[in-house]
């Protein structure tokens, strides 16, 4: 079907939650994305940090055809392999000692209140129930987590809102010290605020929240659906910060473009879920988790993790150059290759000049433009990223 007739019918019969790019993107490989008129672009959105081993990687690619052939599903009523496997890599490998699956972001958002709430309850009684987040924030778009959510346009229209919650200026210590109560059960913050903007969080409020939550038994959340799986160039952000929370959500990278969510907690937190508090009928998916111990393991062997760390400093460095030079750039900013360049103007327009230049970038909190590649990014192609927007962005000095 040509673009303009697949924009047609999109229109037709798709409910419009999206604003797109005339843009069909047919195939993928490497970092590089094709479509249907045979264009090729950089890729520097990677399914907003989902494609984290790039397009088409072929131990991916194999592990998912292995698990098609063998079993695609089964319910959650049964033991199946991949699932136990990729539940003990992530403990092996993180502050967690259980998993609960699921199939997106908002949903392992909705594990993790679920899980702080009846922590809480099981423990305090049923008055200690609020969790407190942050503004700017964004853990996804099911009830509970668009009330989390600190934004208000992603609230409007939806209320009344979920009772419980309370937000507060990101990057504040003071703020969550003066916003806690008897009433609070858990903390929740983005390390690096994706969505919001690409804002790092500062390490002495991570660690001041840490103890914050620590004196008063409050569980500390860290949504990591962006940040983790070695985006900020630690497996998780946790990490940099030298902090560990009590619950951890993943999603994004995790399955590496398969759907698959995970809500990580201690055991002391976790056994507040007991068989029948909570359950998915997808989550833990053989296919989702099969391409998700495949990521893993690239990960890890591949020497991917260290190749993303080096080339998020790279992209770091370029993007400061950037900044330093061009007066309509306010600010570079990130963590690994979670990077942003906050504008003096709108974002959208650049973002259209890049893709007329083959480049697909994304643009955040209207004046942000995103930048979240696959892990494999090369040196050379993170050149032709700066040259462009350094082409792009003197033209609107
Ligand atoms: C993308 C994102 C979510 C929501 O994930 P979905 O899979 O879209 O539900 C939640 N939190 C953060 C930090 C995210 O980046």
Known sequence: MPTDLLQENEARYLMHTYARWPVSIVRGRGCKVYDLEGREYLD?????????????????????????QQLLHASNLYYTEPQVKLAKTLVDHSFADKVFFGNSGAEANEAAIKLARRYAHLKYGPNRFEIVTMQQSFHGRTM??????????????????????????????????????????????????????????????LQGLRELCRQRDILLIFDE???GMGRTGTLF?????????????????????VPI??????????????????????GGNPLACAAALAVFE?????????????????????LK??????????????LGLLQGLELTIDGKPVVADC?????????????VLRFIPPLIIAQREIDRLLETLSTVLSKRV
């Open 144 to 205: 509970a987590t668009l009330t989390a959510t600190g934004q208000e346009k992603v609230q409007k229209g939806f209320e009344p809102l979920l009772p419980g919650f309370t937000s507060v200026p990101f990057n504040d210590l003071a703020a969550v010290e003066r916003a806690l109560s008897p009433a609070t059960a858990a903390v929740l913050v983005e390390p690096v605020q994706g969505e919001g903007g690409v804002r790092v969080a500062d390490r002495v409020y």
């Open 321 to 334: 150059d950037i900044e330093e030079r061009l007066p309509v750039v306010k600010e570079a900013r990130g």
């Open 298 to 318: 690239v990960l890890l062997e591949g020497k991917v993790l260290e190749q993303g760390r080096r080339m998020g400093e790279y992209l770091a460095k370029g």
């Open 44 to 68: 520097f959105v990677g399914g907003i940090a989902v494609n984290l081993l790039g397009y088409s990687h072929p131990d991916l690619v194999a592990a998912i055809q292995k698990q098609a």
């Open 355 to 367: 893709l007329a230049r083959g480049l697909l970038i994304n643009c955040t909190a209207e004046r």
């Open 237 to 257: 952000a946790y990490e940099h910060f030298g902090v560990a929370p009590d619950i951890m959500t993943l999603a994004k990278g995790l399955g590496g473009g």
């Open 225 to 227: 659906i962006q940040t």
């Open 261 to 282: 969510g995970a809500c990580l907690a201690t055991d002391q937190v976790a056994a507040a879920f007991t068989p029948g508090t909570h359950a998915s009928t997808f």
